[in-house]
């Protein structure tokens, strides 16, 4: 099972940038995609996850009306497109993957199982 984060970078506040997260080494689409994010000194938090089918999704708050989540079953692959960026959202992006029956989106990091690697995002202000 591998999951590869990438898609990261610099990029001045207002700015977007467009993380992709590859899948391999299982049933891609059945699982749920979650990215996560954690910053220097602070907890791992979740940012938003997609169901299986595409059609569920989550947004944290913070993060709302700026990141759009979505996948594409057939090249196994989940994008997470950030704009408006800010400050705020620097960290190291994860992603990762759940097996799921029902209901919305998980979105809590410690029922996910596999993980990616991670891939810095740094917003300069």
């Known amino acids: 099972v591998q999951l590869q984060a990438s898609g990261g970078g610099l990029v001045q506040a207002g700015g977007s940038l467009r993380l992709s997260c590859a899948a391999s080494?299982?049933?891609?689409?059945?699982?749920?995609i979650g990215w996560f994010r954690q910053a220097p000194g602070k907890e791992r938090e979740g940012v938003s996850s997609?169901?299986?089918?595409?059609?569920?999704?989550y947004y944290a708050d913070s993060v709302k009306g700026r990141f759009t989540i979505s996948r594409d079953n057939a090249k196994n692959t989940v994008y997470l497109q950030m704009n408006s960026l800010k400050p705020e959202d620097t960290a190291v992006y994860y992603c990762?993957?759940?097996?799921?029956?029902?209901?919305?989106?998980?979105?809590?990091?410690?029922?996910?199982?596999?993980w990616g690697q991670g891939t810095q995002v740094t917003v300069s202000s």
């Open positions: 990762a993957a759940v097996a799921q029956d029902y209901g919305p989106p998980i979105r809590t990091d410690a029922e996910y199982d596999y």
């Open positions: 080494g299982f049933t891609f689409d059945y699982y749920t």
């Open positions: 997609i169901r299986d089918s595409g059609v569920s999704t």
